[in-house]
């Protein structure tokens, strides 16, 4: 079973010709609301990839609540540890450009509130032969908690270190799989290696052994249309990039990850799931809003 801890939001997405830079005002296309948020994104993936999931979250008793949980109240997901607080719902402004690149903005609102209670009781019937995923949308406290109790009865855990932060390094010492894209692993690796220009002519491959040695974790990178690379003590691999045709990348990460964790807890192989998650996240590319876009495992080839 896979025990996701992480956040819900509603997300508000509109397209612009190109993203705007600092000062600058775009004018967008039409106004797409779609259920988003990293933890509801992932146990949806997770869920639709074919394994059992329960989400521990917290939502708000306000407009956006009931619009924010529909995907996740229609799937075969155990919500019993989703929480309604007295605050907003958590909000995403996702703006997509013509190449299908976005900037996002997250208004945390509910995600803030969820208690170690909450997650002490959400995450009590968890096993050793469980998954642990998190990601870094929900306070650090929070998700020590939750790595503090997957780890005192050897569970594996995921991190995806979206949005990367001050405590990802933390995080990445305790966690068994660390999925990073290429902007978060970059930066990540310096919090690790402080000479920057020694490594500078590394391949990425390279650095993600080292930090892999280093911690003794396995390291995932994702590099978009340049595939995946995947190093551990005993794995050192690149995957392709599936060839689609890219209309949105919100929630190609959260596909992934969910999608790794469920292959795994049914027990493939490292590579297979990476093969299949990575399938999975360029399906989602082909469509727009993340939750909307996530595709079954009966979708992949």
């Known amino acids: 079973m896979i025990f996701c801890v992480g ?59 009931d619009a924010a949980v529909k995907n996740i109240l229609e799937a075969d997901i155990d919500i019993t540890s989703v929480v309604t607080l007295n605050a907003n719902t958590g909000i995403a402004f996702i703006i997509l450009d013509d190449f299908g690149e976005n ?55 995921i991190l995806n270190t979206a949005p990367k932060n001050s405590y990802s390094p933390k995080l990445a010492k305790k966690s068994s799989i660390i999925v990073c894209n290429e902007v978060e692993f970059s930066s990540l690796f310096s919090d690790f290696f402080a000479y920057k220009q020694k490594h ?15 911690l003794e974790k396995t390291f995932v990178v994702t590099l978009g249309d340049k595939g995946l690379i995947c190093t551990s003590s ?44 990575n399938k999975a996240a360029a399906l989602a590319c082909t469509k727009i809003g993340a939750q909307h876009a996530i595709p079954k495992i009966g979708e992949i080839g």
């Open 200 to 214: 500078k002519d590394q391949s990425i491959l390279d650095k993600s052994g080292q930090i892999s040695n280093l």
């Open 7 to 65: 956040s819900i939001n509603l997300d508000f997405i509109t397209n612009v010709r190109s993203l705007p830079i600092k000062g600058e005002t775009v004018i967008g296309d039409k106004l797409v609301i779609s259920p988003g948020g990293k933890g509801a994104n992932q146990a949806l993936a997770a869920s639709r990839a074919g394994s059992k999931v329960r989400l521990i979250a917290a939502v708000g008793n306000d407009q956006n609540r």
């Open 234 to 277: 005993k794995n050192k691999f690149e995957i392709p990039a599936s060839k689609v045709s890219v209309v949105d990348t919100v929630g190609a990460g959260d596909t992934f990850c969910g999608f790794l964790s469920a292959c795994l807890d049914q027990g493939k192989s490292l590579e297979e799931s990476l093969i299949i998650a």
């Open 103 to 157: 900037q996002i903005v997250v208004s945390a609102g509910a995600n803030n509130g969820l208690s170690i209670k909450d997650v002490e009781y959400g995450l009590a019937s968890m096993r050793s032969s469980d998954i642990l995923l998190i990601q870094q949308e929900i306070p650090y406290h929070i998700l020590e908690q939750a790595v503090k109790m997957a780890s005192a009865i050897n569970a594996m855990i």
